[in-house]
């Protein structure tokens, strides 16, 4: 099976209960083994309520990993906005459309002045294919620069760029790999003198501003440098804030803003419209035209009427509910608490990101499906999958930071 082990094995099966059973064969028939499940025992969530999901016995579970309700599961404001919308108008960006305008011109004004121009996809590994192909475009170039456990999309074009989704062998020959830890700007300019001395223009530096895949490293030495040596090639920088991004840090809307980065573009998705499907390009109004020239866009989904309403309702709730300050002040109490616990090799984190490390692969893999067992859930990360992975809804609250640090010393207890 390629990538992480923290799935369903369809092997054993046979343990489990006869309606859970069902279920996933039943699935499996349908779906195809390509799609994965979580845990040892998957989970049939029916219903979410804020940092809560509910599966189908009704059990109650503190959701600590997923990122996508970025502003809480099910949220009354976003529901209501998406079907107030729903019930108006579906329709695409070829047709003139007040609300998509406000919506972009709001976002854009969060970021450096540079980027000064959208363009709506569906998912963040659509934004991150479009990104890369006004790059190359803009640049001339075909080489790209990754990180050694970068996940960027499933595109064809992105997937070569992802060697956490299929491992190294997946990985394009025009694509160099850097590590996360040591001086990036010293791994960036090695890296272009390898593309350069195979006859590779390096296109982009593309990076998760919180090396996410990479076990989550929010200080990473060099990365100024690292933009720096890619510019001086003749590459640009493209930020992907897909899981950094809304606020999850703690610090401002975006994971760049952390290092005082101007990026030339920057990919969005995932949390944008809290679960209905939206996510964008924003690049320098330069590359865009470039792109122009050459080639044109559309999107039959990207920025269609529901998806915007929803975007704009999910931006609102994030500013008036405050939750930037929120993941910023429970992830210091939980990064501190996590770290004198004792318990982990290494924890890394800002905001409402946290990664912590334990010995091995197999003792990250049972304490996730152990705290699943008690009514937690997480998912693990990093190069060697050892990597706890805490990433929850952004009203995250210290009453739901202690249950998961309970939970979790009893769990590796």
């Known amino acids: ?94 047709y003139l459309a007040e609300p998509t305008i406000a919506y972009a011109e709001d976002l854009l004004s969060t970021l450096p002045r540079t980027v000064d121009t959208i363009m709506f996809t569906c998912t963040g590994s659509e934004a991150n294919d479009l990104a890369l192909k006004i790059a190359k475009i803009a640049t001339g170039g075909t080489g790209v620069i990754v990180t050694e456990n970068a996940y960027h999309g499933v595109t064809t074009e992105i997937a070569a760029i992802s060697p956490s989704l299929g491992g190294l062998d997946s990985v394009a020959d025009w694509v160099e790999l850097v590590p996360v830890h040591g001086d990036l700007g010293a791994s960036v300019g090695a890296a272009i003198a390898r593309l350069e001395a195979r006859g590779i223009r390096p296109a982009a530096l593309i990076v998760d501003t919180v090396f996410a895949s990479d076990g989550a490293w929010p200080d990473v030495d060099g990365f100024v440098d690292a933009v720096a040596a890619v510019r001086r090639a003749g590459g640009l920088f493209i930020a992907d804030e897909v899981q950094p991004g809304f606020g999850r840090l703690g610090h401002g809307m975006w994971g760049l803003e952390r290092y005082g980065l ?131 809804p952004l009203p995250f609250s210290r009453a739901d930071a202690d249950l998961l640090l309970t939970e979790l010393d009893r769990a590796l207890g």
């Open 262 to 392: 101007e990026p030339d573009l920057v990919t969005v998705g995932k949390p944008m419209g809290n679960g209905q499907p939206i996510a964008a390009t924003m690049a320098r109004r330069e590359l865009v035209e470039q792109f122009n020239a050459r080639s044109r866009y559309f999107n039959t989904f990207g920025g269609s009427s529901v998806s915007i309403a929803a975007a704009r309702a999910t931006l609102d709730v994030l500013r008036d509910e405050k939750l930037i300050d929120n993941a910023r002040e429970v992830g210091e109490y939980l990064l501190g608490e996590l770290a004198g616990s004792g318990l982990f090799v290494e924890v890394r984190g800002v905001g409402l990101f946290l990664g912590a490390r334990l010995e091995s692969e197999s003792r990250a893999l049972a304490t996730v499906n152990a705290l699943r067992d008690r009514g937690v859930l997480i998912a693990t990360s990093g190069p060697a999958n050892d990597t706890l992975k805490i990433r929850p």
């Open 1 to 94: 099976m390629a990538g992480p082990t923290a799935y369903f094995d369809p092997a054993r099966a046979a343990e489990l209960d006869p309606a859970t059973r069902d279920l996933v064969e039943r699935r499996a028939r349908v779906m195809g083994p390509a799609y994965r499940l979580f845990y040892e025992h998957p989970v049939q969530l029916v219903r979410g309520q804020g940092t809560r999901v509910w599966d189908a016995a009704g059990r109650e579970y503190l959701d600590a990993y997923n990122n996508v309700p970025s502003v809480g599961h099910a949220h009354p404001r976003v529901a209501a906005a998406m079907a107030e919308q729903a019930a108006t108008l579906t329709t695409h960006t070829r």
